[in-house]
């Protein structure tokens, strides 16, 4: 019961490593806000939670608007009186070399994946300080560090949100709200598929591939990360902010 007491909002929270997210938190106390496009996934989030005897609620949102991130939190101060836990898990899969970006590319990966996060710290940030403080865990990459082919404005959005994630951290600190961000590594989801396609490779050797890259040999999975947002998010790792978890198999470390 790490997150006993609390309410945690989570973007994203409708497939994937946001709903892991979901699940755990909920599993150690939380009462999770779970914002997302997806209506569909966001409600079956809710029905997994409240079947282990969890609380949740579901608000359709699309963080790169600002007035729908603002009314995400809004719901859940109105639904459970207060803010404690904030995760940007809310992600735009957007690849390409730099001469095949289009604009409306660039609008929608830096939309959600920067912006997005931005607007949900903005409108967190009063009722994170009058509960008396809080934790933000922003869901980085290891796309965050390195170069990777045609993978230009998912990197650059990434690199941007580890950045982002240290200054919030410096600025936050004397409102005692920690920010730090957990970075997976081939991580078995929805979006991995998504890759895939983008690269046309056939499905067997491109799952191989992914999953050799690093020490351990396979994919990582979506709870392995919620288990790495759940320690930012608790008291458990209260002399930590500005960070990065890197979660990747040791992918990063070759």
């Known amino acids: 019961m790490r997150l006993e007491n609390k309410v945690a909002i989570v973007t994203g929270g409708a497939a994937g490593i946001g709903r892991a997210i979901c699940e755990v938190f909920a599993k150690e106390g939380a009462k999770v806000v779970i914002g997302d496009i997806d209506a569909d ?25 600002e007035s729908k991130a603002k009314a995400l939190v809004e719901k859940a101060v109105s639904e459970y009186g207060a803010v404690n836990v904030l995760v940007n898990d809310a992600a735009a899969f957007v690849f390409g070399k730099i001469q095949d970006v289009t604009d409306s590319d660039w609008q929608r990966v830096l939309g959600v994946n920067v912006l997005g996060p931005s607007y949900m ?4 940030l009063e009722p994170m300080r009058a ?13 965050s560090f390195v170069a990777q082919p045609a993978f230009v404005p998912y990197n650059t959005s990434k690199g941007a949100l580890l950045q982002l994630t ?30 895939r396609q ?13 999953a050799n890259s690093n020490f351990l040999k396979r994919f990582g999975q979506p709870k392995e990360i919620a288990y790495g947002a759940l320690f930012l998010a608790s008291d458990e790792s209260s002399f930590m902010t500005g960070q990065p978890l890197i979660i990747d198999g040791g992918a990063t470390a070759q």
């Open 166 to 195: 240290r200054c919030l951290a410096m600025d936050l600190a004397p409102h005692n709200i920690r920010v730090n961000c957990v970075c997976p590594g081939a991580i078995l989801t929805q979006a991995t598929e998504q890759h």
């Open 198 to 210: 983008f690269t046309g490779e056939d499905r067997e050797k491109f799952l191989s591939e992914a």
């Open 121 to 124: 710290v903005k409108h967190a």
């Open 131 to 143: 509960a008396g403080g809080g934790s933000i865990v922003n869901i980085a990459s290891v796309s």
């Open 41 to 65: 996934g966001g409600r079956e989030t809710v029905r997994l939670i409240e079947g282990e005897g969890g609380s949740a609620v579901f608000v359709p949102t699309n963080v790169s608007q």
